[in-house]
């Protein structure tokens, strides 16, 4: 097989692999599985705020919201977001779950 046409089936391969992987991550947006950063949320991150504040502001919830629903006190969310305190990994796991992100999104 001449290079020129296995360059093509090779690119070809590439490009349908990375439909695939555009259908799938689609399909999970639309199952509620995932969803996307919108850029206000990047722009924040960049910032520099508290990633608690920033998407506990983008689930519209109040600090005290999140206390209840999350069971971690009001103050150590204001402590969190205040950057007084980091949160160990268990809190940052209920307020990650009760926000509907990945740890990750925390960190």
Do not use: C, F, N
Not at 12 to 23: G, I, N
């Amino acid at each position: 097989m001449p290079m020129v046409e296995l360059k093509k089936l090779m690119d070809d391969a590439e490009m349908l692999a990375d439909v695939k992987a555009y259908d799938a991550a689609k399909a999970r947006i639309e199952r509620g599985e995932d969803e996307t950063i919108p850029l206000e949320i990047a722009e924040r991150r960049l910032a520099g705020e508290s990633t608690v504040r920033i998407w506990r502001e983008y689930r519209g919830l109040t600090q005290e919201d999140l206390a209840k629903a999350s069971h971690v006190s009001r103050p150590m969310i204001a402590a969190i977001e205040a950057r007084h305190k980091k949160g160990g990994i268990e809190t940052l796991k209920k307020l990650a779950g009760t926000l509907k992100v990945d740890l990750d999104h925390l960190a």
